[in-house]
């Protein structure tokens, strides 16, 4: 079973969009969005093949005011037989399809526009997932789910001026993380830091520090995260903006990642050992973050048109800065410059374009 993406609400869809097709030279997929007399998605039909095989996922949505569910069937079943064959005209109708042959549900409420819960139940697998949400003043306040085991998680967001400045983490109402937000001037985010527990010692164990451009726009990220009791800086990205090009960089300490954020070198043994990992016990010592070196990781170089669509995508090497992958996008727009078509082309070795793939659009008159 193949599925596309997943739209968890109508008003994430252009409302205009009516048809995507997307084809390279091994495989066809093709997305068709339907509405009903109000302009919401009435449903969404997904199908692919790849050399021989076909597959489908048909997606209903069922209105109640402004309260939905999305029903879920796959391309075997009798719902979705039905639906092929009547056509989407059969959506605003009623008793077509059968529930228990489902493969998923999920039932959204709203209150004054505001989403106030989201049920999902994932009937293949026989589990379900509920989420509710509070709000003050039009800002979500809190997010409560519970597990299957009856665990249940819970975030407070704290804000000031409207803006968001904590989020706090319980489970079953115990401390179990916190994210706090620092800003700058205007409200320009500077650091998002991440706070864990040990025993009773609430800690600080990984950070981000964010640094812009005169425009206000991010072009360097840091990450540090606590090893052997301090904050260490294990990785970098960056974003260079010239006119339209964009050049993104990644470089990271090889092997720290899934190692930080632990209180104390004694915590992570634990941890380790824990998870029949006795071996790394030696190698993650005190001195690792001090020996360990940066590795410049991906490098890659993006061009824009006018309408902010991406046109070419170079992949560099990040230690030879030499070029090993281009890729040319033509984008073509139709008269009210929405996006019509896009016809990817890939370098071969010649130096001669190539035709890799092709996605169409199709919107509403």
Known sequence: ???????????????????????????????????????????????????????????????????????????????????????????????????????????????????????????RYGTKQSVNYTYENGLKVSETSVNEDGTALKTNYTYHNGILQSKLLLNNNQFSGQFIYVYGNNNVLLEEQQFGKHKDTQFMAAQKKFFYNAKKEVEKTEYYGRYNGKMVLYRTEEAIRQGNVLTKKESSVSSIEQVIGYYDLSALHDTLKERGMDWAVSMYDAGYADRAVFDAHSCSIEKYDDKGNVSELKQVDPQTRETFSTTFFRNEYNEKSQLEFTICYKVVDDRKMEESSIRKFYYLD
């Open 1 to 123: 079973m193949i599925e596309f993406t997943y739209f968890h609400s109508y008003k994430s869809i252009p409302m205009h969009l009516s048809k995507e097709v997307y084809r390279d030279e091994h495989s066809t997929h093709t997305k068709q969005i339907f509405y009903n007399d109000k302009k919401k998605v009435s449903g969404i039909l997904e199908t692919g093949k790849h050399s021989s095989a076909e597959h489908g996922l048909l997606s209903v949505y069922e209105y109640t005011g402004e309260n939905y569910r999305i029903v879920k069937y796959g391309h075997e079943t009798k719902s979705y037989a039905i639906f092929k064959a009547k056509g989407h005209t059969i959506l605003g109708a009623g008793n077509w399809h059968a529930i228990d042959e489902a493969l998923s549900t999920r039932e959204y409420k709203f209150e004054k526009e505001l989403l106030v819960s989201d049920h999902y139940h994932d009937i």
